[in-house]
């Protein structure tokens, strides 16, 4: 005959649930074992200073032999009474400065000594509007109208006669249009002598070139020469463009 386990007395049955129970109470007594602190009482209350001894110095008193002050001076003053048998002349001084009552006084002045420097400006008289244009060499003999037009085409000439392209702006390639901009002086020379282009060295061309003008006849405003500013512009043109 087969005996038969009654499930009632089983003790295996809930091992695992008793398991876990017990780890979780060991867990939490070994937790609360770390969290537990403990600390120092002590009996010091930190309101009261305590002083051992107090360290007493006996200052000593010394005696300062101070001579005393001098007797104060005995001043003895003589009074002496004079007759008065001279008159004192009082001196009165006068006030320098000026009321409104006062003049002054005003020099006059004639008009025969008064010199009159006349005073020449020097006013330039642009090349367009000038009554009388400077004359280049060679434009002398003809009318106001035919020397405007000589002294225009004079200037061409004289840029083609001089011209030089510059060797090494013509190595690296440089080219462009110069304006030159000079004045025309009152004594027929050129002077005041300004260039804008693109390269320096087309410039310093354009400058050379102005130079070498020959002295002119200088231009005239109601009868008196005056500077006269020129513009002219120098094209620097390379072979092939």
Same mark, same amino acid.
């Given at each position: 005959? &087969?005996? $038969?386990?009654? %499930?009632? =007395?089983?003790?295996?049955?809930?091992? @695992?649930?008793?398991?876990?129970?017990?780890?979780?109470?060991?867990?939490?007594?070994?937790?609360?074992?770390?969290?537990?602190?403990?600390?120092?009482? =002590?009996?010091?209350? /930190?309101?009261?200073?305590?002083?051992?001894?107090?360290?007493?110095?006996?200052? #000593?008193?010394?005696?300062?032999?101070?001579? #005393? %002050?001098? %007797?104060?001076?005995?001043?003895?003053?003589? !009074?002496? /009474?004079?007759?008065?048998?001279?008159?004192?002349?009082?001196?009165?001084?006068? *006030?320098?400065? =000026? @009321?409104?009552?006062?003049?002054?006084?005003?020099?006059?002045? @004639?008009?025969?000594?008064? =010199?009159?420097?006349?005073?020449?400006?020097?006013?330039? !008289?642009?090349?367009?509007?000038?009554?009388? !244009? #400077?004359?280049? #060499?060679?434009?002398?003999?003809? *009318?106001?109208?035919? $020397?405007?037009?000589?002294?225009?085409? $004079?200037?061409?000439?004289?840029? /083609?006669?001089?011209?030089?392209? %510059? &060797?090494?702006?013509?190595?690296?390639? /440089?080219?462009?249009?110069?304006?030159?901009?000079?004045?025309?002086?009152?004594?027929?020379?050129? @002077?005041?002598?300004?260039?804008?282009?693109?390269? $320096?060295?087309?410039?310093?061309?354009?400058?050379?070139?102005?130079?070498?003008?020959?002295?002119?006849?200088?231009?005239?405003?109601?009868?008196?020469?005056?500077?006269?500013?020129?513009?002219?512009?120098?094209?620097? !043109?390379?072979?092939?463009?």
């Amino acid at each position: 005959m &087969q005996v $038969k386990k009654n %499930p009632k =007395a089983d003790i295996g049955k809930n091992s @695992s649930l008793f398991f876990a129970i017990g780890l979780n109470i060991m867990l939490f007594i070994t937790w609360q074992a770390l969290e537990f602190k403990t600390y120092d009482k =002590a009996t010091i209350d /930190i309101g009261i200073l305590n002083i051992e001894k107090e360290v007493e110095e006996d200052i #000593p008193i010394l005696n300062i032999n101070t001579p #005393p %002050p001098p %007797p104060p001076a005995v001043v003895t003053e003589s !009074v002496q /009474i004079v007759e008065d048998t001279e008159d004192i002349v009082e001196t009165i001084i006068e *006030s320098t400065e =000026a @009321s409104q009552d006062d003049r002054i006084a005003e020099p006059i002045v @004639s008009v025969r000594d008064v =010199a009159v420097v006349e005073v020449e400006e020097e006013v330039e !008289v642009p090349f367009a509007i000038i009554e009388e !244009v #400077p004359i280049f #060499p060679g434009c002398e003999s003809l *009318s106001k109208i035919q $020397k405007r037009a000589c002294f225009e085409e $004079k200037m061409q000439a004289h840029v /083609i006669k001089n011209f030089q392209y %510059p &060797q090494v702006a013509l190595e690296l390639g /440089i080219h462009g249009r110069v304006y030159i901009m000079f004045t025309i002086d009152k004594d027929g020379g050129i @002077s005041n002598i300004k260039t804008r282009g693109p390269d $320096k060295l087309l410039e310093n061309e354009a400058i050379r070139i102005i130079n070498q003008l020959p002295t002119m006849i200088p231009g005239k405003q109601r009868g008196k020469p005056v500077p006269v500013p020129f513009s002219l512009p120098i094209n620097f !043109v390379m072979a092939g463009n």
